[in-house]
């Protein structure tokens, strides 16, 4: 595992530029150029993709309403789609996020920010499903 080492907002668009234009590959892009591991050129590349260079602005935490929440596990789990795919078209910053929604999702069916969103076990009680889910 690399260390971290912060790359200005600038630097990280000609890294994806060049992955992206064919010059350069994803494992230099992420070991040799910037000395972070593949999936964080991924995740780069995937929110430049969906948002451009406004992508690498920084940005204070970013709230997502209940609704969008929804959708984005409602579409990954009926649809089938990758998370990188939902994550790009809902504007969702990293996998992890999702990931983290859809357990919570999973176990109590519902994701209402206030209610499950500070700490504690998700393990609880599950939910009912169907046997189309399952």
Not at 48 to 65: I, M, Q, V
């Amino acid at each position: 595992m690399y260390m971290k080492h912060k790359q200005s907002a600038e630097e990280e668009v000609k890294i994806v530029q060049e992955y992206l234009g064919g010059k350069i590959s994803m494992s230099e892009a992420a070991a040799k150029r910037s000395r972070v591991d593949n999936e964080t050129v991924r995740d780069w590349v995937r929110n430049y993709k969906a948002d451009g260079e406004d992508a690498f602005l920084p940005l204070k935490n970013r709230a997502y309403s209940p609704e969008l929440k929804q959708q984005a596990v409602t579409e990954y789990l009926a649809r089938g789609q990758s998370l990188n795919d939902v994550c790009k078209k809902y504007h969702i910053r990293g996998t992890k996020q999702l990931y983290n929604w859809i357990k919570v999702y999973n176990v109590h069916g519902e994701l209402d920010s206030i209610k499950h969103s500070g700490g504690g076990s998700y393990m609880k009680q599950g939910r009912e499903t169907t046997q189309e889910e399952r």
